[in-house]
C-alpha cells in the first residue's frame, strides 16, 4: 500500500511550544521548527511520507495577511505538485478558525489541508500537540477529506473550517466546537469515520485570494455603549484608511443600542457596508425587517471574526451589493 504524501506547512503556535518546565503555566510559543517536529514524528511510524516547510513560527495571535499570503501561496503550489497528497498546517489555536476560514473561502478542493493546533505546549504534562498532529496526517492522508474545503482537527474531532470556533482558553477537552454542523468526523491515530459525503466536490476556489485587505473593524455592543463608537472604529485614523465595512458583535440577536443602529445606517447609506453577528457564543442571526431599510447584512451562523473575514474577500473581489453580500453569509 503507499503510503499518502503529506506537506505540513508550520507557522508557530502552542503545537511548536516550549514551556522549560513541564509543569509551568507560562510558555514560549513557536520555538521548534518543522524539521526537529518531523523527526519526532517519524519515530511513531506513521503510514505516510511527511515533508516540510517553515512558514513562520510566531504565536499566532501575531498571525494576519502577512503569514497568510505566504501560507496560501504554498499551498496552491502544493495543489499543483503531483508528490504531494494533503496538506497540513500547523498554527496557533488563537487564530485558527480565521486563517482556516481565510483559507477556505480562496482554495479549491482538490487536495485535503487540514489545519491542526495544541492546547498545550511541547513539553507539558499530557500535551495534545503530537496527537492532534497524528489524526491531522490521518484526515490529509485519506481520500475522502477532499472535497470538504479547508478542515481543522482537534481533540480527535474533525470540523469544517465555516463552522469552527475556539471555545475554550484552556484545556484539551472541547476546546474547539463547529457551529452550526458540529463535527464533520471522528479521528484517532488509528481509525477515521466521517459522519456525511463531501459537499464541495469539484469546487474551484469560491474567491480569490485578497491581494489588499481592505479595513473592516468589529465593533462590540454592549450595555450603555454611545454612537461616538462608530467614528472612532469607521473613520480615517493614525495612518489607516477609511473603513470599508463593520462588524458588529451584537447583543443577543445580533442587536444594538438605538443610537449606533442610527448611526450605521446613516454611513451604510453613503456606502459603508454593515454586518450584524453576534457577541453570544453560538446562534443564528436571522434578517430582520429593519435591515432592508438600515441597509444592513446578518452573518446568520458566522462569529464576528469569520463575518469579518468573509466580508473583506467578498470586498476585496469586487463584491459590493448587499443581495450579493447577504447571499455569501447565507451560503455555507
Not at 482554495?107 to 489524526?135: I, Q, W
Not at 456525511?196 to 462590540?220: I, K
Not at 434578517?287 to 458566522?302: F, H, K, Q, S
Request: glycine share 12%; net charge negative; proline share 5%.
Amino acid at each position: 500500500m503507499n503510503k499518502p504524501r503529506i506537506l505540513v506547512l508550520a507557522t508557530g503556535g502552542t503545537i511548536a511550544g516550549i514551556a522549560g518546565d513541564a509543569m509551568a503555566h507560562d510558555y514560549r510559543a513557536g520555538q521548534i521548527g518543522v524539521e526537529q517536529w518531523l523527526a519526532d514524528a517519524d519515530r511513531l511510524g506513521m503510514a505516510a511520507r511527511l515533508t516540510g516547510r517553515q512558514i513562520a513560527n510566531i504565536d499566532s495571535k501575531d498571525i494576519g495577511p502577512g503569514v497568510w499570503e505566504p501560507l496560501h501561496r504554498a499551498i496552491m503550489q502544493a495543489m499543483d505538485d503531483p508528490e504531494v497528497d494533503g496538506i497540513v498546517v500547523t498554527h496557533g489555536t488563537d487564530t485558527a478558525e480565521e486563517t482556516a476560514f481565510a483559507l477556505d473561502l480562496t482554495l479549491p478542493v482538490a487536495k485535503p489541508v487540514v489545519l491542526v493546533g495544541a492546547m498545550r505546549p511541547a513539553d507539558a504534562v499530557g500535551s495534545d500537540g503530537m496527537r492532534n498532529f497524528v489524526n491531522a496526517v490521518r484526515v490529509a492522508g485519506d481520500g475522502d477529506a477532499s472535497g470538504r474545503g479547508v478542515l481543522l482537527v482537534m481533540g480527535d474531532r474533525v470540523l469544517a473550517a465555516r463552522d469552527a470556533r475556539k471555545v475554550r482558553t484552556r484545556g484539551t477537552d472541547d476546546a474547539f466546537r463547529g457551529f452550526p454542523r458540529g463535527g464533520i468526523a471522528l479521528v484517532t491515530p488509528s481509525a477515521l469515520e466521517w459522519f456525511g459525503s463531501a459537499w464541495r466536490t469539484g469546487e474551484g476556489a469560491r474567491f480569490a485570494f485578497p491581494q489588499e485587505w481592505p479595513r473592516v473593524p468589529v465593533l462590540y455592543a454592549c450595555a450603555g455603549l454611545g454612537p461616538q463608537i462608530v467614528s472612532r472604529l469607521a473613520d480615517a485614523r493614525d495612518g489607516e484608511p477609511v473603513a470599508s465595512g463593520i462588524v458588529v458583535a451584537g447583543v443577543g440577536e445580533g442587536n444594538m443600542p438605538e443610537g449606533i443602529e442610527a448611526e450605521l445606517a446613516r454611513r451604510a447609506e453613503a456606502g459603508l457596508i454593515v454586518v450584524r453577528a453576534s457577541r453570544v457564543d453560538e446562534g443564528i442571526v436571522d434578517r430582520e425587517p429593519e435591515d432592508t431599510a438600515n441597509r444592513c447584512v446578518a452573518a446568520r451562523a458566522l462569529n464576528p471574526q469569520k463575518a469579518r473575514i468573509l466580508l473583506k474577500v467578498l470586498l476585496a473581489n469586487g463584491v459590493t451589493d448587499l443581495a450579493a453580500i447577504q447571499a455569501a453569509f447565507d451560503n455555507p
